[in-house]
C-alpha cells in the first residue's frame, strides 16, 4: 500500500494544464518555478508555474509579485505570470527535520563569496582542519576560493592571523532555510525569504 507525502498547497492532485489557459510561447515556461508562501507569509514550497495558475483559477492562492513583460493568455482572459503566490488558507505545516549539509548548500548558504577574501567561492574550507579534528558541519564549514583554501591549508585561523566576519551554522528548519538551499533563488523571492538561510 502506497502512503503519499501530505501536499503543502493544498491543492489536492495537479490537474494537468491550467483549464483554458496556456502560456504565451516563449515568454513563461510552465515548468519556471513559483514561490508560494503560506497565508501567513511564510514560504512554503516551489512550485511550477502551471501549477500556480491553478491555484490562482481555482481561488486558492494569489498573485504576490509578477515576472515583469510575462503573462499567460487564454481567449477570454490574460493572467500574469507570478513569481511569489499566497495561499488563501493557512496550512499547517509538519516539524522538518534538520536540513542535510551539502557542499552546494554551503556555498548557497555563503552566497557563493569566499568567508576569507569575498572574491567568488568555487569549493568548500573546514575552518577547523578534518586533520585536527574538525567535523563535516554547517558549523565548521564555509565557502571558499581555490586560492584561500589552498594558502590555509591544514592550518587554523589564529595560525595564520586570518578571521572570519560571521560565525558559519546551519540553516533554518524553518521553509525559507531549505528552500534556499534546494533551488536557485529567483531575485523577486529574496523578501519573502530573507535571511532564513544565512
Known sequence: MQHRQPDPTGAGPDPGEAPGIAPNPGVVP???????????FEPLAVVTA??????????????VDVLL??????????????????????VRVPYRRAVPMTRAGVLRRDGRRCAY???RADTIDHVVP???????????????????????ADRLLEEIG?????????????AGGILVLAVEPHPAWE???GVAAA
Request: with cysteine; hydrophobic share 40%.
Open 30 to 40: 510552465t515548468g519556471s518555478r513559483v514561490l508560494l508562501l503560506n497565508a501567513t
Open 162 to 174: 586570518w578571521k572570519l566576519d560571521a560565525v558559519p551554522r546551519p540553516p533554518d528548519r524553518a
Open 130 to 152: 578534518r586533520s585536527r579534528g574538525g567535523a563535516h558541519s554547517w558549523d565548521n564549514c564555509v565557502a571558499a576560493c581555490k586560492a584561500c583554501n589552498s594558502r590555509k
Open 191 to 193: 523578501p519573502w525569504l
Open 117 to 119: 577574501c569575498a572574491k
Open 50 to 63: 502551471k501549477r500556480a495558475v491553478v491555484l490562482m483559477l481555482t481561488g486558492k492562492a494569489e498573485c
Open 69 to 90: 513583460d510575462s503573462a499567460f493568455h487564454s481567449e477570454n482572459l490574460t493572467l500574469p505570470a507570478p513569481a511569489v503566490m499566497r495561499l488563501s488558507r493557512y
